[in-house]
């Protein structure tokens, strides 16, 4: 056993060797404008409030939230990779449950720590036991307004449908979700869709922007606006009038439930869509279907000053609590995107190729897709894809 607890420990001394570390010259240093320090209960040696310029070129500081259910053991997974990857990111682990949300404190502090980071790893809350929903107050604190899934099509993922490939961007903070619902007089309740033209400029434009940057040729708007002519007809307004600035982009709209039968008849015709925040949640789990399940698709939520990642079809999976057999692939993947858009480009695409190469062989599959393999065996076949990346 000590031969082996050995044999490990060098093992990751020649990973880091290998891996050299890459420059944060992008990375968001830690500011020294809060006025909350966090506890040592919830971060421990990061507690401090100034990072120095020495380290902040080599290391960048993470907020990561476990989170509830399957949470806790996918987030191993990421930072057992990136301990044997030897990225330069130390995380500030704030343990966030739905036991702890009522918790004023807790939750600041959570939220202190990504407004002070800029960048943060999430697992997904479970509502606690009132009617605030907490994943909806971490968007309107943070005003992460921009919610971007990417549902792809894996070789070794059989199903339905081949080379789909489509960008889901999800209007993230108001629309239905706005939390304002009441109940007016006995048995009738009255819950309010707000929907601004300020908003809906700010995420019809980032959708466009989102495709000229990554070379998408089409953006789709999805919408309501036959029956809820004022709200929908306005997103759909600012959509088309933001269109307009973009000639080489492509421009078309569909009906929301429209959206979904083409979403299941042919998927491979649409390329980015964007939407109201409802409409959202229904097509990003739809495509994640599509293409293997939510084990695998996973995304990012952008504000001004903050990203965030996080699976991109939000389940819990509270029943599988502590067995670890929950696939890790989409949390995984959403760290991939966490190091690009650290600038570790090399890192994080190499992490993204090894995934695909343990998907697309099928060498090792979780129960949703299949097989009978654990989370650690899963996260152990993507170590061995990278280490034959790295060789």
Same mark, same amino acid.
């Given at each position: ?32 404008? %809060?006025?909350?320090? !966090?506890?040592?209960? #919830? ?6 409030? @100034?990072? !120095? ?5 080599? %290391?960048?500081?993470? %907020? ?29 682990? =704030? ?7 009522? &918790? ?9 720590? @990504?407004?002070?980071?800029? +960048? ?8 606690? *036991? ?44 108001? *629309? ?8 007016? +007089? ?8 707000? =929907? ?35 709200? &929908? ?12 600035? #973009? ?28 939407? !109201? ?24 939520? #952008?504000?001004?000053? =903050?990203?965030?990642?996080? !699976? ?55 129960? &949703? @897709? ?16 990278? &280490? %034959?990346? #790295?060789?």
């Amino acid at each position: 056993t000590n031969l082996l607890h050995l044999l490990r420990i060098v093992n990751t001394m020649l990973r880091s060797l290998a891996r050299p570390l890459a420059s944060l010259t992008g990375c968001k240093a830690a500011s020294t404008t %809060t006025g909350i320090k !966090p506890g040592t209960k #919830y971060g421990g040696k990061t507690t401090v409030t @100034l990072i !120095p310029a020495s380290w902040t070129k080599r %290391t960048a500081v993470c %907020t990561l939230i476990p989170g509830d259910g399957v949470g806790p053991e996918i987030c191993e997974s990421v930072t057992t990779i990136f301990k044997e990857m030897a990225v330069p990111v130390e995380f500030e682990t =704030i343990e966030l449950t739905k036991h702890t949300l009522n &918790d004023e404190g807790s939750f600041n502090m959570a939220i202190t720590s @990504l407004k002070r980071n800029g +960048v943060g790893l999430k697992g997904v809350l479970n509502r606690s *036991g009132d009617f605030r929903h907490h994943n909806m107050e971490f968007r309107g604190n943070l005003d992460t307004y921009a919610n971007v899934v990417r549902a792809v099509s894996f070789d070794g993922i059989k199903t339905h449908h081949t080379g789909i490939d489509l960008i889901a961007i999800r209007e993230n903070t108001e *629309g239905e979700y706005s939390c304002l619902e009441h109940e007016s +007089v006995p048995g009738v309740v009255e819950s309010f869709k707000v =929907i601004t033209r300020e908003k809906s400029m700010r995420i019809a434009k980032f959708a466009f922007d989102y495709a000229l940057e990554h070379n998408r040729k089409k953006v789709t708007c999805i919408h309501k606006a036959n029956i809820m002519k004022l709200s &929908d007809g306005l997103f759909k307004s600012c959509c088309q009038e933001v269109s307009e600035l #973009y000639p080489t982009i492509d421009y078309d709209e569909q009906i929301v439930d429209n959206t979904c039968q083409q979403l299941v008849i042919n998927p491979q015709q649409f390329d980015v869509m964007v939407m !109201p925040n409802l409409y959202g949640n229904l097509v990003s789990n739809l495509a994640a279907g599509l293409v293997g399940g939510a084990g695998v698709v996973p995304s990012k939520s #952008y504000g001004s000053e =903050i990203a965030v990642f996080e !699976p991109g079809a939000r389940h819990t999976w509270m029943e599988m609590k502590g067995m670890y057999v929950a696939n890790p692939v989409a949390m995984v993947l959403s760290s991939a995107f966490m190091l690009k858009h650290l600038t570790l480009h090399d890192a994080g695409d190499k992490l993204i190729q090894a995934v695909k190469l343990v998907l697309n062989k099928q060498s090792c599959k979780t129960r &949703d @897709l299949g097989g009978n393999a654990t989370t650690p065996e899963m996260t152990r076949a993507i170590l061995n894809e990278l &280490d %034959t990346l #790295y060789a």
